[in-house]
């Protein structure tokens, strides 16, 4: 069984900051890319090798980054009222029963309110 669980949603002026975290528990020995969607919105993602990638909203205001293969952070800058929204994590990880096949799991979400 694989969770995540998202933390470090709140509200925020317009122009703070905040910091997501994803932790992932469970049979995880390798990790395809970790992500963070917003609602039904990509906003980064990073490959277990570390290589990352960001929508183009969030490119310059947020970073994402790990301390290990279950631990992802989305640190968000300059945060304004568009980013409001439910924040999931999404990890993909190679599949425990078909070889060369995924699994795909998300968190619960944790909401991020950003007030003008």
């Known amino acids: 069984q694989v969770q995540l669980v998202e933390s470090g949603g709140g509200l925020v002026q317009a122009g703070g900051s905040l910091r997501l975290s994803c932790a992932a528990s469970?049979?995880?020995?390798?990790?395809?890319?970790t992500a963070w969607y917003r609602e039904r919105e990509y906003v980064a993602s990073i490959t277990g090798s570390g290589?990352?990638?960001?929508?183009n909203s969030a490119k310059g205001r947020f970073t994402i980054s790990r301390d290990n293969a279950k631990t992802v952070y989305l640190q968000m800058n300059s945060l304004k009222s568009d980013d409001t929204a439910v924040y999931y994590c999404?990890?993909?990880?190679?599949?425990?029963?078909?070889?060369?096949?995924?699994?795909?799991?998300w968190g619960q979400g944790t909401q991020v309110t950003v007030s003008t």
């Open positions: 999404h990890i993909s990880i190679p599949s425990r029963w078909v070889p060369g096949g995924f699994e795909d799991y």
């Open positions: 469970g049979d995880i020995f390798s990790v395809n890319a």
């Open positions: 290589r990352t990638h960001y929508t």
